[in-house]
């Protein structure tokens, strides 16, 4: 999960008028979201009555398009700012709702495949990043922030990393901006690969959520490609937000070790710190629905709310993505998260169609 | 980018987190949900 975009940090608002600052940008959020359903809605049936060869294009590229061509072109004006950076809490939001569309059996099941393909990811995408790194004469706490936020979450795996290790903010905007150009460039490339090699909803949902760095993105990737394959990649993308704190604390106790970090003191209470809350309420929502808590309609009720929080969040994505900020970072940091993505990408391929096969999907 | 810095001394300074809002806002729409207060939300 990541923002290119922040509050102002001048003076600290009153919670009210805090409140109210950011009714624009979810407004905006909104219309920007809104504006992709109608078009997914009206462009396909104009071009097939004026005969048009036009592809179907869902409602989560065009809001992300329409974000990216404002955030491009004219900007987000500072009054949206902080309402466009509650996309991640839209996120969070639509995930937990999405465990009503999950029954526990199956998040056993899926979760437990997800788990095993996690752990052999992040050993094998932390150890190639850290190569890189030290081949590319990056300074060694860029390496270990730009490995996190490949491993495991994007920027908030970076930034939980930050503050353990006492990385410089400046290594971390170097690695925020690596992690979040790379992960514009995997909603498009993604699903065209996934089309390409004619992946099931099953594995390509699997592969999205392993390879795809930030939450909003990997949630995107996934449901461009189909809805059954962005509640894969959720799930996987979920699973591995989870590693989160037990990464971040080996970063740390290694920095403690060598002398550039202060020692962590109680691990268990480190380890809840940096956990994901909404891994918990994802779960919960998902044993309440099991367990018949909602009826059929409240389930339907439960997954339109998650779909409409999303589209805020796929909003949101294109936004605060702006490529103009991300160039300024500099080619090193980004070379070697692209060379690591691509590398990480086709190992999570090959992951994932093993799996298929000893699983059968 | 510059931005990103701020979001990092942000997110510092919260005192409860996005993910703890989140989840919260979701069970809360959960339960009206359930209680009836929301009946039907269309897609």
Known sequence: ?361 | MATNAAVVSSRKSRLLSVDTWAVVAALLAALLIRAGVLTRIPW
């Open chain 1, 1 to 361: 999960m990541a923002e290119a975009i922040a509050l102002p940090q001048s003076r600290p608002a009153q919670p009210a008028l805090q409140f109210f600052q950011l009714i624009p940008g979810v407004l905006l959020l909104a219309a920007v979201g809104y504006a992709g359903k109608l078009l997914e809605r009206n462009v396909g049936t104009y071009a097939k009555a004026h005969h048009w060869t036009f592809p179907n294009i869902e409602y989560v590229l065009w809001a992300i398009l329409i974000g990216l061509a404002i955030s491009n072109t004219v900007g987000v004006p500072q009054i949206f700012r902080a309402g466009v950076a509650t996309y991640e809490f839209w996120l969070k939001a639509g995930i937990v709702l999405l465990g009503s569309r999950f029954l526990l059996g199956d998040v056993l099941k899926l979760g437990g495949v997800s788990l095993a393909l996690v752990a052999i990811e992040i050993a094998g995408a932390i150890a190639f990043m850290t190569f890189l790194g030290r081949a590319f004469g990056l300074r060694p706490k860029l390496t270990s922030l730009l490995a996190v936020g490949s491993a495991v979450c994007g920027v908030s795996a970076i930034i939980a990393t930050q503050g353990a290790i006492e990385a410089d903010d400046e290594d971390s905007s170097f690695a925020i901006a690596a992690i979040l150009a790379l992960g514009a460039l995997s909603l498009f490339t993604f699903p065209l690969i996934g089309h390409a090699l004619h992946l099931s909803d099953h594995a390509y949902g699997l592969w999205a959520g392993l390879a795809v760095d930030n939450t909003a993105e990997a949630t995107a990737a996934g449901a461009l490609y189909s809805d059954a394959a962005g509640k894969l990649a959720v799930l996987a993308k979920t699973t591995r937000n989870a590693m989160i704190g037990f990464v971040v604390l080996a970063y740390a106790i290694y920095w403690a070790s060598q002398g550039q970090a202060k020692t962590v003191g109680n691990k268990a209470a480190f380890l809840w710190q940096k956990f994901p809350k909404f891994v918990l309420g994802f779960l919960l929502i998902s044993v309440l629905a099991t367990y018949h808590f909602f009826t059929k309609d409240q389930t339907t009720a439960l997954a339109n709310l998650s779909r409409w929080a999303f589209l805020l969040t796929f909003a949101g994505v294109g936004l605060r993505t702006n490529f103009r900020e991300m160039r300024k970072q500099g080619l090193r940091p980004f070379a070697v998260g692209a060379i690591g993505e691509v590398v990480i990408a086709v190992f999570t391929l090959a992951l994932v169609a093993g799996a298929g096969k000893l699983f059968g999907f």
